[in-house]
Nanobody, 124 residues
Framework: VQLQACGGGLVQAGGSLRLSCAAS????????TGWFRQTPGKEREFVAG????????YYQDSVKGRFTISRNNVKNTMYLQMNSLKPEDTAVYYC??????????????????WGQGTQVTVSS
């Protein structure tokens, strides 16, 4: 599956952005999906994950209450609504599809399809 992420940009602290990740080639199917982020010199870190049905969601502690992950399986699109953004949220954000047999959301190695990344910059 090919993933195309978009929606990043420059926003002031306290602002909002909505990231989208569209799948092509094949559908998300019954795979869980997730969002990760990465800053220069640091490892890619888990931000949020969602089950294939959308019934279960998981978040990194630092974004709980501010970010909301969702997906539309008819449109084969996943979203990340980011509110109350902070400068420390600045990163390249990546969407990914988890391996079917995996039960772990937080490890990048458990995902086998990745989008190209979209830059989010939050100014103070």
């Amino acid at each position: 599956v090919q993933l195309q992420a978009c929606g990043g940009g420059l926003v002031q602290a306290g602002g909002s952005l909505r990231l989208s990740c569209a799948a092509s080639g094949r559908t998300f199917g019954r795979a869980a999906t997730g969002w990760f982020r990465q800053t220069p010199g640091k490892e890619r870190e888990f931000v949020a994950g969602i089950s294939w049905s959308g019934g279960s969601t998981y978040y990194q502690d630092s974004v709980k209450g501010r970010f909301t992950i969702s997906r539309n399986n008819v449109k084969n699109t996943m979203y990340l609504q980011m509110n109350s953004l902070k400068p420390e949220d600045t990163a390249v954000y990546y969407c990914a599809v988890r391996k079917y047999w995996s039960s772990t959301y937080t490890e990048p190695r458990e995902y086998d399809s990745w989008g190209q990344g979209t830059q989010v910059t939050v100014s103070s």
